[in-house]
Each structure stands twice: as structure tokens, then as C-alpha cells.
């Protein structure tokens, strides 16, 4: 019975490490990297904002934002509502960081540091980024699904260390990180 045991308990550990041998961490930290870049960019978006004097929310860019995902969702063969749900997710961070911002600048006007690019110019560099994070998402598909929640976790945080207003309360990178890995687990 012991030996039974044993044998059992190697098994699972083998089955289990050859699971876990399959995350590539690279294609993760690639999608991350590109969540990051897009999230650092707030800053500015909030900056043209309160230059104009204009809420963080757009509801009609965003509509022209999922309008976008959803044929980017079928461009790349990817699960088309739960990309919208990623994207909706994102959107929302992106309100979080600029009210951030926003709430800066009103209370201490004198540390505001005007910035040279038009909202324009940084929806163009949203965009370009953008067409990199998609075609990144797919490739970290089998990842999302492989790698523990732990790992991804601690990828995810270490990129998004470097960007100011992310909600702790809930918990917004982990919002974030359930729905990439929901566009990973609806994929075909």
C-alpha cells in the first residue's frame, strides 16, 4: 500500500511539473509589458484632459474602443466577449489612473507638468500599441491557461509596478489578469 502511495504521489507530481513546464514566461512578460506601456500613457491622456477640462470618462471613445476590439477579436480568431471584457477592464484602469491624475493636479495645480502631445498623437501611440498587445494575447494563450496563478500574478505585478493610480481596492492588476486569462480560457 505504501509503495502504492508513492508511486500515486510521484505521478501527480510529474503530471503536475510537466503542466507547469509548458508556461512560457516570455509571452507573458510580452503582454504585460504591453498592458504597462498602455497604462503609463494615462498620465498624458489625463494631462491633454485637464488641460481641456474635460472628465476622464468618454463614452463615446469608448464605444469606438470596443468597436475596435471586437473586430480585432475576430481578426485574430480570439473569443470576441471576453476580449471585450479585457478591453472594458482596461478602459476602466485607464478612468482609475487619469481621475489619479486629475485629483493631483487640482489639489497641487503647480505640479502639473504640461506635456507636448496632443491626444491625437497619444491615441495613435495607444493604437500602435495596441496592435502589438492583440497579436501578443493570442500567442500567450496556451501561457495564460499553463502558468500558475502565482507566476502570472507576480509577472503582471512587476510590469504594472511602475504606474501610479492602479486601484488596490479591489485589487485592479488581478481584475486585469482574470480577464486575460478568462480570453484564454473561452479561446479555441
Given at each position: 500500500?505504501?509503495?502504492?502511495?508513492?508511486?500515486?504521489?510521484?505521478?501527480?507530481?510529474l503530471?503536475?511539473s510537466?503542466?507547469?513546464?509548458?508556461?512560457?514566461?516570455?509571452?507573458?512578460?510580452?503582454?504585460f509589458?504591453?498592458?504597462?506601456?498602455?497604462?503609463?500613457?494615462?498620465?498624458?491622456?489625463a494631462?491633454?484632459?485637464?488641460?481641456q477640462?474635460?472628465p476622464?470618462?468618454?463614452?463615446?471613445?469608448?464605444?469606438?474602443?470596443?468597436?475596435r476590439?471586437?473586430?480585432?477579436?475576430?481578426?485574430?480568431?480570439?473569443?470576441?466577449?471576453?476580449?471585450?471584457?479585457?478591453?472594458?477592464?482596461?478602459?476602466?484602469?485607464?478612468?482609475?489612473?487619469?481621475e489619479?491624475?486629475?485629483d493631483?493636479?487640482?489639489?497641487?495645480?503647480?505640479?502639473?507638468?504640461?506635456?507636448?502631445?496632443?491626444l491625437?498623437?497619444?491615441?495613435?501611440?495607444?493604437?500602435q500599441?495596441?496592435?502589438?498587445l492583440y497579436?501578443?494575447?493570442?500567442?500567450?494563450?496556451?501561457?495564460?491557461?499553463?502558468c500558475?496563478?502565482?507566476?502570472?500574478?507576480?509577472?503582471?505585478?512587476?510590469?504594472?509596478?511602475?504606474?501610479?493610480g492602479?486601484?488596490?481596492?479591489?485589487?485592479?492588476?488581478?481584475?486585469m489578469?482574470q480577464?486575460?486569462?478568462?480570453?484564454?480560457?473561452?479561446?479555441?
Amino acid at each position: 500500500m505504501r509503495i502504492i502511495k508513492k508511486v500515486l504521489m510521484m505521478a501527480v507530481f510529474l503530471a503536475g511539473s510537466a503542466y507547469a513546464s509548458n508556461c512560457q514566461t516570455d509571452t507573458l512578460k510580452t503582454v504585460f509589458k504591453f498592458v504597462a506601456d498602455r497604462a503609463q500613457l494615462m498620465k498624458f491622456v489625463a494631462a491633454d484632459k485637464y488641460e481641456q477640462k474635460k472628465p476622464a470618462y468618454a463614452a463615446a471613445q469608448e464605444i469606438k474602443v470596443l468597436n475596435r476590439v471586437e473586430q480585432i477579436a475576430k481578426d485574430q480568431g480570439l473569443p470576441v466577449y471576453p476580449l471585450l471584457i479585457f478591453a472594458q477592464v482596461q478602459m476602466d484602469l485607464s478612468k482609475y489612473i487619469e481621475e489619479y491624475w486629475l485629483d493631483q493636479w487640482r489639489k497641487d495645480p503647480a505640479s502639473y507638468q504640461p506635456d507636448k502631445m496632443s491626444l491625437a498623437q497619444l491615441r495613435n501611440e495607444i493604437g500602435q500599441i495596441d496592435a502589438k498587445l492583440y497579436p501578443a494575447i493570442k500567442d500567450a494563450l496556451e501561457s495564460l491557461k499553463r502558468c500558475s496563478l502565482s507566476t502570472s500574478s507576480k509577472l503582471f505585478l512587476e510590469a504594472m509596478k511602475p504606474v501610479k493610480g492602479v486601484p488596490q481596492e479591489p485589487d485592479y492588476t488581478q481584475i486585469m489578469l482574470q480577464a486575460l486569462i478568462g480570453v484564454a480560457q473561452n479561446a479555441q
